[in-house]
């Protein structure tokens, strides 16, 4: 299994705080990677959590109640994502809104570095070897752009929480 690149170099590797900025490559690679992912949902789903809990098992103290059923809104998440990258205008929204109920749950900032290595080690373990070398970059980019929107909406919603 090759790993592609670490989470440090995939989240440095976003600047951009405008818009997703992926080519059109990109945007296949992930939508493509979809079609691998959906149909062994439950076991990629298992492997992320599996993976993030071994990176930082104080992470799992965040997760209550039923996994499978949680292990299915990540891989619907997952697939909602990789269906709107096109349409940041539907995308953006409904992540700023993960971000802040994410907020809530008390995901702090330096709780999306582990994530991004959880999905790009299960990412790298559970796709084909040929999608894993084009997907797993572009779906690097596309989370650390996401987990930017989802921190700035949570520092944002917490912000106007404070002046109310």
């Known amino acids: 299994m090759r790993i592609y690149p670490g989470p440090a170099n995939l989240l440095a590797m976003s600047t951009n705080t405008t818009g997703l900025d992926l080519t059109e490559e990109e945007i296949a690679a992930v939508q ?49 994502i990789a269906v709107h990258l096109s349409h940041p205008e539907v995308l953006v929204p409904a992540v700023e809104d993960l971000g802040i109920r994410h907020a809530g749950y008390r995901v702090r900032p330096e709780h999306y570095q582990t994530v991004c290595e959880a999905l790009v080690r299960t990412l790298s373990a559970k796709l084909s070897p040929d999608m894993a070398e084009r997907a797993v970059p572009a779906w690097g980019k596309t989370y650390a752009f996401l987990s930017e929107t989802m921190i700035r909406a949570a520092e944002e919603a917490s912000g106007d929480a404070a002046q109310a």
């Open 32 to 80: 493509a990677s979809i079609e691998e992912i959906l149909p062994n949902g439950r076991v990629v789903s298992l492997t992320f959590y599996q993976t993030l809990f071994q990176l930082d098992p104080k992470l799992a103290g965040l997760f209550h109640g039923d996994m499978v059923a949680m292990g299915q809104k990540f891989i619907d998440m997952l697939e909602f």
